[in-house]
């Protein structure tokens, strides 16, 4: 089974403190995704990563950066955390190229509280 | 830009009736996602589909996929209790299957005995 892991599942953050989030995928994925999820708004991209080092923008990346030092690790980092950042926070990852019948994966998720 | 609309947002049905939510999308894509979500959990994959007229069925739930429309359907039969989730369709972004997936707002689905 494919597994990825995202290690917080709930945290309490104070504004203005830097925050990481991880997620870890074991089945070698070139891909990897970070979303959040807000009610009435449904999941946003923010950042997503094709290589290891390489990251591209998605819709909504202000506020947030990511780190791709491994295949099998993305991390989101947000660098003072606001409370309009408090969300849940979903990693997903895929195989690169068009495999017919691919799924993309995604984490437990973590939620995140900016007090 | 690609938009993705769901219908309804909330459904609130009973056990063993049957019902449709709708998927459409703005721009061509070949490759469609549905995803079931229950509270306080992730996203669980229920379908991809990948071209025209495309079916796929999993128990109850149905999925469709009409590219010349830019319509999706999951079609749910007999409902039962354990059905209530919040369902959700994607689209690839760019339609090269990357995973940059644009969301609907997704559909909550209420079964009730």
């Known amino acids: 089974d494919v597994k990825v892991t995202q290690s917080s599942r709930y945290l309490v953050k104070r504004t203005g403190e830097k925050v990481f989030l991880e997620c870890v995928q074991d089945?070698?994925?070139?891909?990897m995704f970070w979303y959040r999820q807000d009610p009435g708004l449904g999941l946003r991209l923010i950042y997503f990563s094709y290589d290891v080092k390489m990251k591209e923008k998605g819709d909504i990346p202000e506020g947030y950066s990511v780190s791709r030092e491994k295949k099998e690790r993305f991390s989101l980092i947000l660098e003072s955390a606001s409370t309009n950042q408090t969300s849940m926070y979903l990693c997903?990852?895929?195989?690169?190229?068009?495999?017919?019948?691919?799924?993309?994966?995604f984490g437990e998720g973590s939620w995140l509280t900016v007090v | 830009e690609l938009k993705v609309e769901q219908n309804p947002l909330f459904l609130s049905m009973q056990e063993g009736k049957n019902y449709t939510i709708y998927c459409n999308y703005s721009?061509?894509?070949?490759?469609l996602y549905w995803y079931r979500q229950d509270p306080g959990k992730s996203l669980e994959s229920l379908f991809v589909l990948l071209s025209n007229g495309a079916v796929k069925q999993e128990g109850r739930l149905m999925a469709s996929l009409d590219t010349k429309a830019r319509l999706s359907t999951l079609h749910i039969t007999a409902a039962v209790h354990d059905l209530s989730a919040t369902y959700f369709c994607?689209?690839?972004?760019?339609?090269?299957?990357?995973?940059?997936?644009?969301f609907g707002k997704g559909t909550k689905l209420s079964v009730k005995p």
């Open positions: 721009t061509t894509s070949d490759r």
């Open positions: 997903a990852s895929i195989p690169r190229g068009k495999y017919s019948g691919n799924t993309i994966y």
């Open positions: 089945m070698d994925h070139e891909n």
């Open positions: 994607a689209v690839d972004a760019y339609g090269g299957s990357q995973g940059n997936l644009i």
